[in-house]
């Protein structure tokens, strides 16, 4: 089954607030990865967040876990239209099992 | 550069064709994946080669088949196209494994008529 789901599905903003999306997974984790996927593009990677952090900041992103609830968030602040996109968060188990699985995704809509 | 690419980036094919698509990066990278996105955006891991070697293989029909020449290589054939196997096929690679950041291709759209 999927391992993770993001939530909201879809979200739309004015342009200059913040976009907050989250992500639950099943089960436990050794790192967790954000991607954006423009539209017809492939995915690039945002952000990587181990098992054993808690929060971590990347220019105007900001992504915190929470290994107890098995949920991350993934904050944009300050939008900007070039942040419409789809937003997947990605996990591993990390010790032999280490292939990503893919959340289902939030598409972001940042309206000017 | 693309450091990722894939080729062709549309395939429009009758059902029962066989097709291939290619996938090359230049970034040095020890391991190679295949990933199937369907109409709802879901993104599933195929295959992943490291070094040449096969070391994921999801439970894909094996009319697909994953070939790596060399580690800047891994294509896929896919035997005897149904209308399921629509999709976007993407590419990506990593520098060891699969818990590194992974380098995305930008996708190819098949399409089975």
């Known amino acids: 089954s999927q391992q993770g789901e993001e939530d909201p599905q879809a979200l739309s903003i004015q342009e200059g607030e913040n976009a907050t999306m989250n992500c639950s997974y099943k089960t436990s984790i050794n790192n967790l990865q954000w991607y954006r996927q423009n539209s017809g593009r492939g995915l690039v990677h945002l952000i990587l967040?181990?098992?054993?952090?808690r929060e971590k900041h990347s220019g105007r992103l900001r992504v915190t876990l929470d290994t107890s609830k098995k949920s991350s968030s993934l904050l944009i602040t300050a939008s900007r239209a070039a942040d419409t996109a789809s937003y997947f968060c990605?996990?591993?188990?990390?010790?032999?099992?280490?292939?990503?699985?893919f959340g289902t995704g939030t598409r972001l809509t940042i309206i000017p | 550069d693309t450091a990722v690419s894939q080729t062709p980036k549309y395939l429009v094919t009758q059902m029962g064709n066989d097709k291939s698509i290619k996938c090359e990066q230049n970034l040095g990278h020890d391991t190679m994946y295949w990933y199937k996105q369907d109409s709802k955006k879901f993104l599933k891991i195929m295959f992943s080669?490291?070094?040449?070697?096969?070391?994921i293989n999801e439970t894909v029909p094996n009319r697909f088949s994953p070939k790596s020449p060399d580690k800047a290589h891994l294509n896929l054939h896919i035997n005897s196209l149904e209308l399921g196997d629509s999709a976007v096929y993407f590419c990506a690679s990593s520098l060891t494994g699969t818990t590194d950041t992974q380098y995305f291709g930008p996708g190819t759209r098949l399409t089975v008529l």
């Open positions: 080669y490291n070094n040449k070697e096969l070391i």
């Open positions: 990605a996990t591993d188990k990390g010790f032999g099992n280490e292939k990503l699985t």
């Open positions: 967040i181990r098992s054993n952090e």
